[in-house]
């Protein structure tokens, strides 16, 4: 079957056209304002302060990455538990086995201390001490 | 599907360890650590057992993704040993920098399985995930002194050009999916030498599957990071990454060149002879240069890349020939004298204060450390191919093979190369034994006997390869016979 593409075209062609109508007028039509508070960004009426360029704490990024790893992972348990009955014991021994896999990961991010938020504890890497690297040029 | 499950009880072993390495770590006390290399190399042990007692099977399983016959068997058994040694060399230069975890061996075993997996695989996706398995444990095996700058500049060298190496490898593979419509490596080679496929295409995905394990095994012109990341990497580690990497990459390209491409051999050949040429080239002639003895065990690695290059030549030259097996053979002689050397120099980092792996820190080590140098000359003989070493009669039916296949020009220059590499290694030896050094390293009074294990297992490796090969080279034929055959 032959598509009948040419609507599409022609409505393509008018967003762009009507889109680039509206820039047009209000660039030449509008007001010019050149003033301290011009550049800044936008938030609702409220007076920004402070610097953007602040340095977030590595531990944001770790926990956002533990999230999506776990998350994804909890997609295969999903697609299991939608066909259990057909799986069977084997599917069953299998998810067991994947599970597992995740509850060690779990256990080993928790007893290194990465799941702790406060200070950081680093029980495990007590003998793990950047003074290493003094010691390797000595 | 319970069968699925048992052809791969070798790679769920070593799993399994390396999940309880990861588990059992953080709950010892620093002193407790020292055993945890034996559950490593118990496991790689047991596994290699259950692997040799399969070794006369011959099925594919989890729908024609993994085949396990008797080249899968060879290099299991080669890998798993390769790590074991690995385990063996690692302990007290690890406990010495205090970086002795368990998450070192379970990196190893991880690699381990992903290597035994590029090895067994007949499938691309099967394939590219054991590879993916290997590469991400070994970029962190190479980082492994995180605080040690040389180790994370090592690491980050090694990952941005290996993902590289992959991206290639990907798109070559996706070119050979969308060509002939299937993943098995058996049914893409039927599809191309059917005929009917563009050439054009095919082309551009040889080529990028060239590029791809050119970088993986660090050949010319991709092989700038290898000499960063093995001077860089802890030395055990990097003992581990110039020989298991390499050795899992040549069971990939074997089977990718002799299954899927053999038709093509006018192709990729001309391609490879270029390509080992400048390898040989690069290797021999810029070692001479390095004073820092990793350096110069890199770029050896490089030239020995160059001449196994020349075997896959050889092999896919001439159907039937024993290019491919001289390969296997060579990659045997190849792991235990390459790992040997990078031990020693672990010996000497451990015994020695204030050792760099430099020339000026071997000089005159024959009289203070007789038993090191003594193992470090075996090694150099054997890297250098003087009989009655492994290394001589690996580069004797190397060179035998390219011969029988037509390339005698090939197999002249290869061993010019290996003439001019006599140069670096000998002089290692009469840097021991012929000068005297004023500054004397200070002796640390550390000893290890499982480094010293490891190295008299290496030793013993070198010299009955070359003096009894028959039993490996017998199934390194075998191993090919079978692989073609089915």
């Known amino acids: 079957m032959e598509a009948v593409l040419w609507p599409l075209l022609v409505y393509f062609a008018a967003a762009l056209a009507l889109v680039s109508a509206i820039l047009t007028l209000s660039y030449l039509l509008g007001q010019r304002h050149r003033d301290a508070e011009t550049g800044k960004p936008y938030e609702s009426g409220i007076v920004s302060t402070g610097s953007a360029r602040v340095r977030f704490d590595v531990k944001f990024y770790q926990n956002a990455m533990f999230f999506v790893i776990f998350d994804l992972e909890a997609v295969f348990i999903f697609a299991w538990a939608l066909a259990v009955r057909q799986a069977g014991w084997t599917g069953y021994a299998e998810i067991v086995i994947f599970i597992g896999v995740l509850g060690s990961a779990l256990a080993y991010l928790w007893r290194q201390g990465q799941l702790d938020w406060g200070p950081r504890r680093r029980r495990r890497l007590a003998m793990d001490i950047p003074k290493e690297n003094d010691r390797l040029r000595g | ?486």
């Open chain 2, 1 to 486: 599907m319970q069968h699925d499950a048992l052809a791969i009880v070798p790679e769920l072993m070593l799993i399994a360890t390396a999940l309880v390495l990861l588990l059992i770590d953080p709950m010892l006390p620093p002193e407790g650590r020292r055993g945890l290399s034996w559950l490593g190399i118990f496991s790689c042990i047991t596994a290699a057992i259950s692997v040799w007692l399969s070794r006369d099977e011959q099925f594919t399983t989890f729908n024609h993704g993994i085949a396990l016959d008797k080249f899968a068997v060879f290099f299991m058994i080669l890998l798993l040993g390769v790590a074991g040694l690995a385990m063996l060399l690692s302990e007290k230069h690890l406990n010495l920098r205090r970086r002795l975890l368990g998450d070192y061996y379970a990196l190893i075993l991880l690699a381990t399985v992903g290597m035994m997996v590029m090895a067994s695989a007949i499938d691309l996706a099967t394939f590219f995930v054991g590879l993916e398995l290997m590469a991400l444990s070994s970029y962190l095996l190479a980082g492994f002194f995180r605080y040690d700058e040389p180790s994370v500049e090592a690491a980050l060298k090694y990952f941005l050009t290996g993902s590289f190496a992959s991206a290639f490898l990907l798109l070559g593979m996706t070119l050979l999916y969308g060509l002939t419509g299937s993943t098995n490596f058996k049914e893409i080679g039927d599809a191309i030498n059917g005929g009917g496929v563009a050439g054009g295409v095919l082309v551009v995905a040889i080529v990028l599957l060239i590029g791809g394990f050119a970088f993986k095994v660090a050949a010319a012109p991709f092989h700038s990071w290898a000499p960063d990341v093995y001077q860089g990497a802890p030395t055990p580690a990097a003992a581990f990454l110039t020989v298991g990497p390499k050795i899992a990459a040549f069971a990939a390209i074997i089977k990718f060149f002799s299954i899927i491409l053999a038709g093509e051999h006018t192709t990729w050949v001309p391609l490879l002879i270029i390509i080992s040429l400048a390898t040989m080239l690069v290797g021999a002639t810029l070692a001479l240069l390095q004073r820092n003895l990793k350096r110069m065990l890199a770029y050896s690695s490089i030239a020995h890349v160059g001449y196994l290059l020349l075997a896959v030549i050889a092999g896919g030259q001439k159907t039937g020939s024993f290019g491919y097996s001289a390969i296997l053979f060579y990659l045997a002689a190849y792991a235990v004298m390459n790992m040997g050397a990078f031990g020693v120099l672990v010996y000497m980092a451990n015994s020695a204060k204030g050792f760099r792996d430099t020339l000026d820190d071997v000089t005159g080590i024959g009289r203070r450390y007789p038993w090191a140098a003594g193992i470090m000359t075996v090694f150099m003989l054997s890297l250098a191919g003087i009989p009655p070493t492994a290394g001589f009669l690996a580069k004797f039916y190397l060179f035998a093979a390219v011969v029988d296949s037509g390339y005698a020009w090939l197999a002249v220059i290869g061993v010019l190369f290996s003439v001019v590499s006599a140069y670096y290694y000998l002089r290692v030896i009469v840097y021991m034994y012929m000068r005297e050094s004023e500054a004397v390293l200070e002796p640390t009074g550390e000893g290890s006997w499982d480094l010293n294990l490891g190295l008299g297992l290496a030793v013993a490796g070198v010299i009955l390869i070359g003096i009894l090969p028959s039993q490996i080279l017998g199934a390194a034929q075998d191993a090919m016979v079978k692989l073609l055959g089915f």
